[in-house]
């Protein structure tokens, strides 16, 4: 099954702390309430994961990391520590953007204080080899970047990344999105593309087949000349809708 044409992303945090009480608030209460509101045919809520080993994930202290020479400039948008609660909705439409912001934004609830980072996208591939449809993925990265070259950028996934991906063990499918507009001064600095990459298991990131697709000169290029990256692990709790958990 297809994937739907817009994402909504929303990454929250409580303002207590108590992550583990917020959670069970908001895949209770909170989200299925917003899903109610808004054109979405399907979501999977997911907690960060970084008991993983890849060496260009975006670091806890949000430092550079190296592929292999190349440098990779990670952006501070998203420090792994903060905030580790991210929903992922697939909308049909988004009409207006700033009415999918007022009704996705919990920080007017006073009960559940959270902050929200949220952003709509556009999805513009959706590579899925293995037909895995409507099942809940137990784990994600969640690539961003914006590129130097957008068109560069594209090609490099659709003609070489996506396949190189679908060799490394556990790996399921990819979307690939761009954004479209972020709310308020939390996506200001928003990369502009981003990739969601679902696995059965992460156990081999670390293993040949990515690092051949690391050493790729095309990988080198993009990811190296890229003005931000922002690489992260996150594990799916809950999913929604017609999602098959």
Known sequence: MAASPFLLRILSKPTDGDV???TKWYTSEGLPALLSKIPASRATFYHAYNDFELSTKTPLEVAETKLHTVQLSHTDLEPPNDKTCLTMCQLDSIGSAEDIFRL?????????????????YKLIEDF?????????PPFILNVQVDPVD??????FYHEEHLGMLNRVPGYRRSQRYELVKGHGAASANAPRFMAVHEWDHVDALDGPELREADASPNTHRVFGNAKRVNIRGFKSVKGFGDVQN
């Open 128 to 136: 899925d080899p293995k037909g895995g449809g409507r099942l809940r």
């Open 20 to 22: 583990d009480s917020w």
């Open 104 to 120: 996705s934004d919990p920080t007017g609830d006073a009960k559940h204080g959270t902050v929200s980072d949220i952003r709509v």
């Open 150 to 155: 957008a068109d560069d950028y594209n090609s």
